[in-house]
């Protein structure tokens, strides 16, 4: 198993920032990618950024530019660094891993409940 808690969340004003952490232990040797997503209520879960075990990162259009997803791989640390927040980006933030899946395909799929494991989530208060 592998165990994913995530931490920095909070309120910030339109136009801040935030970085959000996911610490990651258990069997991470298995890991080949890791990523974050968000969940508003009533809404369907929105896979934001990934990133693999090559460093290769992809992202959302929504957060494209503005938010960078990056890791510590010695102190196995998932980060989301999040600039000019927007009204629209108040939500709950969980990171996830998975295995044999690329950056480039777990975009599309990391907002699946099945893609892997998952942390229980930040929130995010933008205003």
């Not at 298995?30 to 369907?44: A, H, S, V």
């Not at 295995?99 to 205003?127: H, K």
Request: charged content about 20%; proline content about 2%.
């Amino acid at each position: 198993d592998v165990q994913l808690v995530e931490s920095g969340g909070g309120s910030v004003q339109a136009g801040g920032s935030l970085k959000l952490s996911c610490t990651y232990s258990g069997h991470t040797s298995f890991i080949d990618c890791l990523g974050w997503i968000r969940q508003t209520p009533g809404k369907e879960r929105e896979g934001l950024a990934t990133i693999d075990s090559r460093g290769i990162t992809a992202y959302a259009d929504s957060v494209k530019g503005r938010f960078t997803i990056s890791k510590d791989n010695v102190l196995n640390i998932l980060y989301l660094q999040m600039d000019n927040l927007k009204s629209e980006d108040g939500a709950a933030y969980r990171c996830a891993a998975s295995w044999d899946v690329t950056a480039r395909e777990a975009l599309g799929s990391i907002a699946s409940p099945e893609f892997g494991y998952w942390g229980e989530g930040t929130q995010v208060t933008v205003s």
